[in-house]
């Protein structure tokens, strides 16, 4: 476990402790039946536990009795059943309690293990009495434990899903459609111990669960060479917290935009770029001529009609385009690079991108037209990511010139700039303002992570575009493609962006939620 996963972690832990939701995305449940239980290899009671636990097994359930102080803090008290094994898992379950329990946070569900002692490192999936549902986990031995709360309560059907060193929690609702509470990393080692838990948050009490359509799957032994990217685009919707899962594939695509009437995304994948119906379905290529090495710092147009993208010459350098919505052959507006592309005018007339000059990198305007080129910024240092406000008052654009990459702000002319987020632990990236000038929403790293690379721990934040508090709202696997670009809905309410896990190959699937 790094530095970036510690801190990132252990951030989230206070942010949820303090009632902030986290986000979850949806997928359907398609293979919920009424088989057989499993058969588990072995049961134990884990920690210092007085009342003994106990296992009862019938056709289509198993019974988990338990006692234990708590599955908490450095070390847990509870009862075991569980299998031995190397690789990925997937285990499932519904959970129901038997009486009412005498500590609302008992605690019953899922738990992939390194070991059998109290204190070893962990994640589980539980059902709390009270009917709180969450992820918890334990980094190293010893450590405290963390957690990440799921907005969904009990009863509910929950699913503990392990991909090498990243473990993911579904958590169903009412209508039976799952949501993703979260998706954490975790060294456990090859090796680990998965099954069921009880705790009774009472060393003087036992508590009995009762474990129905139990699903317990092994899911491969993969060498972590072999593993490949899993790209999934997703929204999330500012008013509920809720991540809805767009297109899911294991192969990589980046960086979402909305379109301007709210009915597509388009979004890069090896050099071209796609469009995809906001409800899902199969992404159809939009025709950009020669441009085949287009990036992930492509944009719509204010009023819907041009496509701007970052394309790379024969020279190796990115330089600007622009051309039809549907497609067409681009025409080129800057003609020195690198050049990357990030923002448009509100009045269509002005595009702002990062260029290199002189071995400096720093933010420009020009016309859409093309012609002669401004610089707005003049540090030694990276300032990247420019963006306007919908009133075009305003660049937003992130920094280091401080030691430490932070959201900057400045007057369209590039006078008056301004830090606008915190230093704190984290490393902010690619600001993008509502289309109702109300928010502001960012990428985070922690701030130990130079540059913005693929594959980290990361959190996306928000915060109110006149400024106050910013929050975490989604914790996720990603980092560069994970959102670029602008990729607000039209009414604000939600924007996109792409999450990613590294996983074992096998056939693609794609999920949509119509």
């Given at each position: 476990m790094g530095?970036?996963?510690?801190s990132?972690?252990?951030?989230?832990?206070?942010?949820?402790?303090?009632?902030?939701?986290?986000?979850?995305?949806?997928?359907l449940?398609?293979?919920?039946?009424h088989?057989?239980?499993?058969?588990?290899?072995?049961?134990?009671?884990?920690?210092?536990?007085?009342?003994?636990?106990?296992?009862?097994?019938?056709?289509?359930?198993?019974?988990?009795?338990?006692?234990?102080?708590?599955?908490w803090?450095?070390?847990?008290?509870?009862?075991?059943?569980y299998n031995?094994?190397?690789?990925?898992?997937?285990?499932?379950?519904?959970?129901?309690w038997i009486?009412?329990g005498?500590?609302?946070h008992?605690?019953?569900?899922?738990?992939i293990?390194?070991?059998?002692?109290s204190?070893?490192?962990y994640?589980?999936?539980?059902i709390?009495?009270?009917?709180?549902?969450?992820?918890?986990?334990?980094?190293?031995k010893?450590?405290?434990?963390?957690?990440?709360?799921?907005?969904i309560?009990?009863p509910a059907?929950?699913?503990l899903?392990?991909?090498?060193?990243?473990f993911?929690?579904?958590?169903?609702?009412?209508s039976?459609?799952?949501?993703t509470a979260?998706?954490?990393?975790?060294?456990?080692?090859n090796?680990?111990?998965?099954?069921?838990?009880?705790?009774?948050?009472?060393?003087?009490?036992?508590?009995?669960?009762v474990?129905?359509n139990?699903?317990?799957?092994?899911?491969g032994?993969?060498?972590?060479k072999?593993?490949?990217?899993?790209s999934?685009?997703?929204?999330y919707?500012?008013e509920?917290?809720?991540?809805?899962?767009?297109?899911k594939?294991?192969?990589h695509?980046?960086?979402?935009?909305?379109?301007?009437?709210?009915?597509?995304?388009?979004?890069?994948?090896?050099?071209?770029?796609y469009k995809l119906?906001?409800?899902?379905?199969?992404?159809?290529?939009i025709?950009?001529?020669?441009a085949?090495t287009?990036?992930?710092?492509?944009?719509?147009?204010?009023?819907?009609?041009?496509?701007?993208?970052?394309?790379?010459?024969?020279?190796g350098k990115?330089?600007?385009?622009v051309?039809?919505?549907?497609g067409?052959?681009?025409?080129?507006?800057?003609?020195?690079?690198?050049?990357?592309?990030?923002?448009?005018?509100?009045?269509g007339?002005?595009?702002?991108?990062c260029?290199?000059?002189d071995?400096?990198?720093?933010?420009?305007?020009?016309?859409?037209?093309g012609?002669?080129?401004?610089r707005l910024?003049?540090?030694?240092?990276?300032?990247?990511g420019?963006?306007?406000?919908p009133?075009?008052?305003f660049?937003?654009?992130?920094?280091?010139?401080?030691?430490?990459?932070?959201?900057?702000?400045?007057?369209?002319?590039?006078?008056?700039?301004t830090?606008?987020?915190?230093?704190d632990?984290?490393?902010?990236?690619f600001?993008?303002?509502?289309?109702?000038?109300?928010?502001?929403?960012?990428?985070?790293?922690?701030?130990?992570?130079?540059g913005?690379?693929?594959?980290?721990?990361i959190?996306?934040?928000?915060?109110?575009i006149?400024?106050?508090?910013?929050?975490t709202?989604?914790?996720?696997?990603?980092?560069?493609?994970?959102?670029n670009?602008?990729?607000?809905?039209?009414?604000s309410?939600?924007?996109?962006?792409v999450?990613?896990?590294?996983?074992a190959?096998?056939?693609?699937?794609?999920?949509?939620?119509?």
């Amino acid at each position: 476990m790094g530095l970036l996963e510690m801190s990132i972690h252990q951030y989230i832990s206070s942010i949820i402790g303090a009632g902030i939701i986290t986000a979850f995305a949806a997928v359907l449940v398609t293979d919920i039946t009424h088989a057989e239980v499993p058969k588990f290899a072995g049961n134990a009671d884990i920690g210092t536990v007085n009342i003994p636990g106990s296992v009862i097994y019938k056709k289509n359930t198993i019974s988990i009795t338990g006692s234990g102080e708590n599955i908490w803090a450095d070390k847990d008290a509870f009862h075991f059943l569980y299998n031995s094994h190397e690789g990925d898992v997937q285990l499932a379950t519904d959970i129901n309690w038997i009486g009412k329990g005498k500590n609302p946070h008992r605690k019953a569900g899922l738990m992939i293990r390194e070991g059998l002692t109290s204190n070893d490192a962990y994640v589980d999936a539980v059902i709390h009495g009270d009917g709180l549902i969450s992820i918890q986990y334990r980094t190293a031995k010893g450590q405290n434990t963390l957690e990440v709360r799921s907005p969904i309560k009990a009863p509910a059907r929950i699913i503990l899903e392990r991909t090498s060193n990243q473990f993911t929690l579904y958590v169903s609702d009412k209508s039976g459609v799952l949501h993703t509470a979260a998706t954490i990393s975790v060294n456990l080692g090859n090796k680990v111990f998965s099954g069921l838990v009880v705790c009774s948050h009472d060393s003087t009490v036992k508590e009995t669960a009762v474990f129905s359509n139990v699903k317990y799957t092994l899911t491969g032994n993969c060498e972590e060479k072999e593993r490949i990217v899993e790209s999934t685009l997703e929204t999330y919707d500012t008013e509920t917290g809720i991540r809805t899962v767009i297109r899911k594939v294991q192969e990589h695509f980046e960086a979402p935009n909305w379109s301007r009437d709210g009915k597509y995304f388009l979004f890069n994948s090896k050099g071209k770029i796609y469009k995809l119906p906001v409800l899902g379905g199969k992404p159809e290529e939009i025709k950009t001529g020669f441009a085949s090495t287009c990036n992930n710092d492509h944009g719509i147009s204010s009023d819907g009609k041009q496509l701007v993208i970052s394309n790379h010459g024969k020279d190796g350098k990115s330089y600007i385009y622009v051309l039809p919505i549907a497609g067409g052959e681009p025409r080129q507006v800057t003609l020195n690079g690198p050049s990357y592309w990030h923002g448009w005018s509100p009045d269509g007339k002005t595009l702002t991108y990062c260029a290199e000059r002189d071995g400096e990198f720093d933010v420009y305007t020009i016309p859409v037209t093309g012609g002669e080129e401004k610089r707005l910024t003049n540090s030694p240092s990276l300032d990247d990511g420019p963006e306007y406000s919908p009133d075009g008052k305003f660049i937003y654009f992130n920094s280091i010139r401080t030691g430490q990459m932070k959201i900057w702000r400045m007057l369209s002319d590039g006078s008056e700039q301004t830090q606008i987020t915190p230093n704190d632990q984290f490393g902010d990236w690619f600001a993008h303002p509502s289309p109702d000038n109300q928010n502001l929403v960012f990428v985070s790293y922690d701030k130990s992570v130079e540059g913005h690379p693929a594959n980290k721990d990361i959190v996306v934040r928000m915060m109110p575009i006149n400024g106050g508090e910013v929050k975490t709202i989604i914790s996720l696997f990603g980092g560069q493609g994970t959102m670029n670009v602008h990729s607000w809905s039209p009414d604000s309410k939600k924007f996109a962006f792409v999450s990613y896990r590294l996983v074992a190959p096998k056939k693609t699937t794609n999920r949509n939620n119509k």
